[in-house]
T-cell receptor, first 113, second 113 residues
Framework: AQSVTQLGSHVSVSEGALVLLRCNYSSSVPPYLFWYVQYPNQGLQLLLKYTTGATLVKGINGFEAEFKKSETSFHLTKPSAHMSDAAEYFCAVSGIRNTPLVFGKGTRLSVIA | DAGVIQSPRHEVTEMGQEVTLRCKPISGHDYLFWYRQTMMRGLELLIYFNNNVPIDDSGMPEDRFSAKMPNASFSTLKIQPSEPRDSAVYFC???????????FGSGTRLTVV
């Protein structure tokens, strides 16, 4: 079975500051890992994904995440926050294409001018 | 492609009434998922289909909930009778694979009064 824990339901950063959203996963098989973003009153949009290969994954809008197997983590980062990054972010895991995505409870990112 | 299309976007109904939510997946996607999003529980998988066949409905909360996929281009989620605790945002997603690359619809915000 797979599960995801997102540390911090709400993160607030200043515009231009580093964004760090934390995600730890549990999986009985090698995982596929994902970050989705949800803007108000919209559906979820894929930011980036890790399946196999390079452990540092780059996504849209300047975000990236690093898969660390030893730490069972997949934290999302962005060097410089922009006001338009304010949204809800969800980490998700699946077990090598065999199971549907299991989502974390989300982290709301606020960006302060 | 227009993406995953859900209707209606908003639904307000009285307790005890029947509610039907609709979803049109992306053409060619073999998998269709129904998720429910609430503040307390986050995103929960209700049911998913593969090639129009329900594969796992263990997330359906009660017998009041039912889902169908009569063909590859249409699915419904029905609640009968509806209760206030069913108030949530219901998302439909489709994909080519069970555990990767979901495309989400914009969701249906259901309010049961």
């Amino acid at each position: 079975a797979q599960s995801v824990t997102q540390l911090g339901s709400h993160v607030s950063v200043s515009e231009g500051a580093l964004v760090l959203l934390r995600c730890n996963y549990s999986s009985s098989v090698p995982p596929y890992l994902f970050w989705y973003v949800q803007y108000p009153n919209q559906g979820l949009q894929l930011l980036l994904k890790y399946t196999t290969g390079a452990t540092l994954v780059k996504g849209i809008n300047g975000f990236e995440a690093e898969f660390k197997k030893s730490e069972t983590s997949f934290h999302l980062t962005k060097p410089s926050a922009h006001m338009s990054d304010a949204a809800e972010y969800f980490c998700a895991v699946s077990g090598i294409r065999n199971t549907p995505l299991v989502f974390g409870k989300g982290t709301r990112l606020s960006v302060i001018a | 492609d227009a993406g995953v299309i859900q209707s209606p976007r908003h639904e307000v109904t009285e307790m005890g009434q029947e509610v039907t939510l609709r979803c049109k997946p992306i053409s060619g996607h073999d998998y269709l998922f129904w998720y429910r999003q609430t503040m307390m529980r986050g995103l929960e998988l209700l049911i998913y289909f593969n090639n129009n066949v329900p594969i796992d409905d263990s997330g359906m909360p009660e017998d009041r909930f039912s889902a169908k996929m009569p063909n590859a281009s249409f699915s419904t989620l029905k609640i009968q009778p509806s209760e206030p605790r069913d108030s949530a945002v219901y998302f439909c997603a489709s994909s080519l694979d069970r555990g990767i690359g979901y495309t989400f619809g914009s969701g249906t915000r259901l309010t049961v009064v």
